[in-house]
């Protein structure tokens, strides 16, 4: 893509050693990482964030940080190239059912005020946000679709997948996975629920994709996401990137998004100190969950 762009210069050849990143330079991209991500980049990373953007820079062909943080920062070309790195300098690891503690919550705590609305007709959400390649999101609609067939009901409910990494959506969107994640799947579920694709994949089944809608949306954004009155907000493994004030930020616009009675479920020790008044703590110490209070 940027790298058809003839505002371009030639492509680096060879496999130089990267330049050195100087102090400000260095200041620079943090401040930019910051302000558009809310990611936070300390020291500590200072050779990732080099490796990660030198690597890139010269795929397109800068050679100069400078002139390729000028290139992002203007113009159409700057905004498709942006997108791509901040694929490169965000984590995507995820599993299905990654914490199980918090799942088996979701289905315990969550889901009987859950049914009880579709019993009389309401239709439930939730959303996934930072789900990286939907494998979250998935989770959590086989763990909905099994109760409601175990109910025997058929109510409405829909899940949201939101990320910042257009790679990882269009991953998701294909609900496609390699057959080693099968084993992250409960028996009885991946029976039902996953379809064999050739001798090395599985795929998502039509029933659990057609509940699941995926879109791209920064989290720091949360206040103003279009996705409105949730019944749970499952945000796990994405806050640890951004610092305190942003953190603050993000819960406080979660929390804005779902309805009274809803669930916000976060990793466990992910977030210390933070506490909004609508919003109190609930579940045992294995999990981490505000409910938010009508
Ligand atoms: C480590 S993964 C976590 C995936 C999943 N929630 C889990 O726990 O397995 C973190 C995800 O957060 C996403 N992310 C990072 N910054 C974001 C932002 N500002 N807005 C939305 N998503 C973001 C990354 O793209 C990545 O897919």
Request: charged share 25%; with cysteine; aromatic share 8%.
């Amino acid at each position: 893509m940027a790298a058809a762009d003839e505002s371009l210069p030639a492509v680096w050849s060879g496999l130089d050693k990267l330049p050195e990143m100087d102090e400000g330079q260095f200041e620079r991209w943090v401040e930019l990482l910051r302000e558009r991500t809310g990611m936070c980049m300390p020291r500590e990373r200072k050779s990732f964030l080099v490796t990660s953007v030198g690597l890139r820079m010269r795929e397109v062909g800068y050679e100069d940080y400078d002139a390729y943080l000028q290139y992002l920062v203007s113009g159409r070309g700057g905004n498709l190239e942006w997108t791509t790195l901040v694929d490169r300098l965000t984590v995507h690891e995820t599993r299905f059912f990654r914490d199980a503690r918090s799942v088996d919550f979701v289905r315990e705590a969550c889901l009987p005020a859950m049914l009880e609305r579709m019993r009389s007709g309401e239709a439930v959400q939730l959303w996934s946000a930072g789900c990286s390649t939907g494998e979250e999101a998935f989770t959590l609609a086989m763990v909905m679709e099994n109760e409601l067939v175990r109910h025997g009901l058929s109510g409405y409910y829909g899940i949201i997948g939101s990320d910042i990494s257009l790679h990882s959506l269009a991953a998701a969107k294909q609900g496609i996975y390699h057959n080693r994640r099968l084993a992250q799947i409960p028996e009885g579920l991946r029976e039902r629920y996953c379809e064999p694709l050739g001798v090395s994949r599985f795929r998502i089944d039509d029933t659990l994709r057609r509940r699941v809608c995926f879109a791209q949306s920064n989290i720091l954004d949360a206040a103003r996401a279009p996705f409105a009155s949730m019944d749970v907000i499952y945000c796990q493994n994405v806050l640890i990137y951004f610092d305190r004030e942003h953190r603050r930020q993000i819960l406080d616009g979660l929390s804005e998004r779902l309805r009274d009675g809803g669930t916000l479920v976060l990793a466990p020790g992910e977030v210390i100190g933070w506490s909004n008044p609508r919003m109190r703590r609930v579940g045992d110490s294995g999990v981490l969950a505000f409910q938010r209070m009508g």
